[in-house]
């Protein structure tokens, strides 16, 4: 069975601090998708990342950067020198390949807040 | 090009009553998706369109029904409206088929509380 779990419910730092945000993930598929989604207050999920199962390359995009490592099950995401924008519920989820359609599992979502 | 929107934004509603939220895609997207998202969760999918048709569902009851109409615009029905219904309904457009690798771009959701 399919699952995300994001033990940190909710992380507090204060503007400029690095903070990471963890994300495990249990499937059976060895063809897999990984995201990261970040909701705002507004309520929209807006898409970060996607990474599939084969390609285990960290990626950076200005001041976020993620770590896949398959043979610990994790995608965890860094944000260097947090704002107070970066505040947010943050969701990691997986979909397999196997289903042929879009089916995203999400983790509980972990809430960032960002003080000045 | 216009992103994904879904109205209404708020809706109540009384246990027993059947409701249906409408949701625009993207503009070049044939596939929309429906999540429910409880207070404090993650979004649960409910089902996936593909050209009219109901291509993908998750576990949720056969009172919880959609439609895809030709311009790939998308509705979300609930019959006999229950209190954990309560929810919000979050709408997500993708391209060529929404298959697992593929972007899905969300709406802002619409906010539904039976009562």
């Known amino acids: 069975a399919q699952k995300v779990t994001q033990a940190q419910t909710e992380i507090s730092v204060v503007e400029k601090e690095d903070v990471t945000l963890d994300c495990v993930y249990e499937?059976?598929?060895?063809?897999?998708?990984l995201f990261w989604y970040k909701q705002p207050p507004s309520g929209e999920l807006v898409f970060l990342i996607r990474?599939?199962?084969?390609?285990?390359q960290n990626e950076i995009s200005g001041r976020y950067s993620w770590n896949f490592q398959k043979s610990t099950s994790s995608f965890n995401f860094t944000i260097t020198a947090s704002q107070v924008v970066d505040s947010a519920v943050y969701f990691c989820?997986?979909?397999?390949?196997?289903?042929?359609?879009?089916?995203?599992?999400f983790g509980t979502g972990t809430r960032l807040l960002v003080s000045p | 090009e216009t992103g994904v929107t879904q109205s209404p934004t708020h809706l109540i509603k009384t246990r027993g009553q059947q409701v249906t939220l409408r949701c625009s895609s993207q503009?070049?997207?044939?596939?929309v998706s429906w999540y429910q998202q409880a207070l404090g969760q993650g979004p649960q999918f409910i089902f996936q369109?593909?050209?009219?048709?109901?291509?993908g569902r998750g576990n949720f009851p056969p009172r919880f029904s959609g439609l895809q109409f030709p311009n790939y615009s998308s509705e979300l029905n609930v019959n006999a409206l229950e209190l954990d219904d309560s929810a919000l309904y979050l709408c997500a457009s993708s391209p060529g088929g929404g298959t697992g690798n593929t972007e899905a771009f969300f709406g802002q959701g619409t906010r539904l509380t039976v009562v």
């Open positions: 499937t059976r598929d060895t063809t897999y998708y």
């Open positions: 989820a997986l979909s397999e390949a196997h289903t042929g359609f879009q089916k995203l599992v």
């Open positions: 503009s070049g997207h044939n596939t």
């Open positions: 990474r599939n199962s084969f390609d285990e």
């Open positions: 369109y593909y050209r009219e048709e109901e291509n």
